[in-house]
C-alpha cells in the first residue's frame, strides 16, 4: 500500500530525514511519533506529495509519487490521499455540506453525485443535522469531524492525518480517536498519523518512533 525508501529531507544545513524506509500495509493504522523536530510533519508531507524529498521513493497504491510532474500529481493527491490537519482548515463562509464536497468539485466529479455522497459521509459521522451549519456554528470536535468526512470524499488510498487531536478535549480527542478505527473496520481505510499522544499510539497497528531524522526500534 505505502513504500517509503530511503528519504532524505535537508532544509539548507539542516538534516531533517536521513533515510527512512518503511512500508504501511492496506487497513493498517499506524502512528509516526517523536519529539518536536524529529521530523514527523516533514515526513507526512512528503508521504502526502505535498512535498518532495531531496531523495528516495514514496509509492502508494503502486504508484511512484517523486516520477509524477506537478499536475499529475495534484490529480493524484486530490483523488488518493486524504488529510486531517490539528487545525481543521474548514473555509468558514461555507457550510459542513459544502465543505466535504470541495475536494469532489475539484475532481471534476458529478455534482448530485459529490453531494450525495457528503450527505453520506456526514450521516455516519452523527453529523446529519449539523449539515448546513457553518465551522463557526460548530463545536471543536464536529468540526475536525467534518474535516474527515471532508478528507474522505474521494475514497483516497489512504488518509494521513498531522496532529489531528491536538486542539480537542479529552472527550472529543478520544472521540476522534475511535472513529479512525471505525473507518478501518467499515472501510478498510489506511491510516497513517503523526502524534504527540501517546495513550493514541499505543492503540494502533504500529507504532514508528522518529529520533533525529531516522527510525529507532519499533
Known amino acids: 500500500m505505502i513504500v517509503v525508501k530511503d528519504i532524505h529531507k535537508s532544509f539548507g544545513s539542516l538534516e531533517v530525514l536521513r533515510g527512512v524506509s518503511f512500508e504501511i500495509e492496506r487497513g493498517s493504522v499506524v502512528s509516526i511519533v517523536g519529539a518536536s523536530g524529529a521530523g514527523k510533519t516533514t515526513l507526512l508531507q512528503i508521504m502526502g506529495t505535498l512535498s518532495r524529498a531531496d531523495r528516495g521513493e514514496v509509492l502508494i497504491d503502486g504508484v511512484a509519487t517523486e516520477k509524477l510532474n506537478d499536475n499529475d500529481l495534484s490529480i493524484f493527491r486530490?483523488?488518493?490521499?486524504?488529510?486531517?490537519?490539528?487545525?481543521?482548515?474548514?473555509?468558514?463562509?461555507?457550510?459542513?455540506?459544502?465543505?466535504?464536497?470541495?475536494?469532489?468539485f475539484i475532481a471534476g466529479r458529478d455534482r448530485e453525485e459529490v453531494e450525495a455522497q457528503a450527505i453520506e459521509l456526514l450521516r455516519g459521522l452523527d453529523l446529519s443535522d449539523r449539515a448546513l451549519h457553518k465551522p463557526a456554528q460548530m463545536s471543536g470536535g464536529e468540526q475536525q469531524r467534518v474535516a474527515v468526512a471532508r478528507a474522505l470524499i474521494n475514497q483516497p488510498a489512504v488518509l494521513l492525518a498531522d496532529e489531528p487531536s491536538g486542539n480537542l478535549d479529552t472527550h472529543n480527542r478520544r472521540e476522534l480517536h475511535r472513529l479512525f478505527f471505525d473507518l478501518r473496520e467499515r472501510t478498510g481505510q489506511t491510516v497513517v498519523i503523526v502524534t504527540h499522544d501517546e495513550e493514541l499510539a499505543a492503540s494502533t497497528d504500529r507504532t514508528l518512533r522518529l529520533v533525529d531524522g531516522r527510525f529507532v526500534n519499533e
Open 78 to 104: 486530490n483523488r488518493r490521499i486524504g488529510f486531517v490537519f490539528q487545525a481543521h482548515n474548514l473555509l468558514p463562509e461555507f457550510t459542513a455540506l459544502e465543505n466535504v464536497c470541495i475536494p469532489g
